[in-house]
């Protein structure tokens, strides 16, 4: 079946920077599109970036463009989410997800608490 | 930017009842629209996408309809474990989603 496993959640000071990854398993991983999407705590959700199966296509939030990095390694069922400049508003549980026709997401990580404050 | 108005953002409702929650994007997106479930502590799943297509899996009793810019989602009969938080999504450029609609018990 499949899953997505997110790890490299942590508390961070402002300004910091973070790597999250993604593990994936239970379906051929380098045929999909994959997604990260965010929820501040008590919040609605957030489409943060999505890449292409082969990597070659990436897009970003406006809110994080320029200080966060998608990127994946199919050969290790692997997608990743580098986090520069972390901000307090970057505060939440990010999931990955596996992609849809793209922009969809039909299955989901039980997410990672990443946590901006001094 | 496409903004998402979903609404209500809260209902009351029983077991049985028939429930409909809207969301209006800011420009036309043709059919591209999903609609997800949440509950607390837990992901979003998955209910309907492009529209109106029923994800695997998903009961019969949830329907989407809509295409430009009024999309609806409609449970037919809420049974006990639909209570929960919906959030409509466009997929089209630069995702975005609706604030979030919560079922609650009346």
Redo the contacts between chains.
């Keep these: 079946q499949v899953q997505l496993v997110e790890s490299g959640g942590a508390l961070v000071k402002p300004g910091g920077s973070l790597r999250l990854s993604c593990a994936a398993s239970g379906f051929i991983f380098s045929d999909y599109y994959m997604i990260w ?1 965010r929820q501040a705590p008590g919040k ?4 943060v970036s ?1 890449i292409s199966s082969h990597g070659s296509i990436v ?1 970003y ?2 809110s994080v463009k320029g200080r966060f990095t998608m990127s994946r390694d199919n050969a290790k069922n692997s997608l990743f989410l580098q986090m520069n400049s972390l901000r307090a508003e970057d505060t939440a549980v990010y ?1 990955c997800a596996r992609g ?7 299955f ?4 990672t608490l990443v946590t901006v404050s001094s | 930017d496409i903004q998402m108005t979903q609404s209500p953002s809260s209902v009351f409702a029983s077991v049985g009842d028939r429930v409909t929650i809207t969301c209006r994007a800011s420009q036309g997106i043709a059919n591209w629209v999903g609609w997800y479930q949440q509950k607390p502590g837990r992901a979003p799943k998955l209910l309907i996408y492009s529209a109106s297509i029923l994800q695997i899996g998903v009961p019969s009793r949830f329907s989407g309809s809509g295409s430009g810019t009024d999309f609806t989602l409609t449970i037919s009969s809420l049974q006990p474990e639909d209570f929960a938080t919906y959030y409509c999504q466009q997929a089209n450029t630069s995702p975005s989603f609706g604030g979030g609609t919560k079922v609650e018990i009346k």
Excluded: P
């Design positions: 999407f609605g959700l957030e489409w999505y897009y939030a406006d999931y849809l026709h793209g922009n969809y997401g039909d989901w990580g039980q997410g």
